[in-house]
Each structure stands twice: as C-alpha cells, then as structure tokens.
C-alpha cells in the first residue's frame, strides 16, 4: 500500500505561486510514475503534471510552461511548483502514484495508469 499526504495548497492571488509537496511512502510501490491531477467544482478530473523514474516529464496543455513537476527521491517527495496561477486554476490538487510506459514516459500531463491517490489539497486563485 502507498500513502500520499499533499500540502501546500491555498489561497493566492492572480499571478502569484504556490508550491504543492506530496509526501509518498514507497512501502510496497513498484510503479515507475507519479504526477498531479486537479478536479475543479465543476469540472471532471484533469491531468496537470506527471513524472516518471527516469525523470521525464509531460504537462496538461493547459500549464504553458507555468508548472514544474520535480521529485526528491531521498525524500520519497513530490513537488508541483506553480507560477503564474490563474483563476482558472482553482481546484482541488490531487497527488497521484501509477505507471507509464517505459518506452515514451507520460503523456498528456498523467502518468498512464493510476494506481494511489492522495486526499487532495484545495487551490483557490483570486482574481
């Protein structure tokens, strides 16, 4: 079982940062992917950012180079720093562990099979 326990989330203004940290235990995780997805109030769920082991990185179309998705490894963390955040960022920021493939990395800002979920961290962007 692997749990993921994300912080950093909440309120910021227009044009402004926050960095989303997502504590990982590797108890018994042997995928090869982590990476972010947000679900707005009234949206379904979207991915943002995914990373693989080999340290490739792929982004929902959406980032347009405001996010950078990184990992520590010795610290079994993740991390989503994000720039330039907009209003339509709001949403809540799920942290998420899986697989992708070994060939091309992740695609499409996720990683191609989640496995674990975090409980999620809210992101709220004031005009």
């Known amino acids: 079982q692997v749990q993921l326990v994300e912080s950093g989330g909440g309120s910021v203004q227009a044009g402004g940062s926050l960095r989303l940290s997502c504590a990982a235990s590797?108890?018994?995780?042997?995928?090869?992917?982590m990476g972010w997805f947000r679900q707005a109030a009234d949206k379904g769920r979207e991915g943002v950012a995914a990373i693989d082991s080999d340290g490739r990185t792929s982004y929902g179309e959406f980032v347009k180079g405001r996010f950078t998705i990184s990992q520590d490894n010795a610290k079994n963390t993740l991390y989503l720093q994000m720039n330039s955040l907009k209003p339509e960022d709001t949403a809540m920021y799920y942290c998420?562990?899986?697989?992708?493939?070994?060939?091309?990395?992740?695609?499409?800002?996720?990683?191609?099979?989640?496995?674990?979920w975090g409980q999620g961290t809210q992101v709220t962007v004031s005009s």
């Open positions: 590797r108890y018994t995780y042997t995928g090869n992917c």
């Open positions: 998420v562990a899986g697989s992708s493939s070994r060939t091309v990395g992740p695609g499409d800002g996720q990683c191609g099979i989640v496995t674990y």
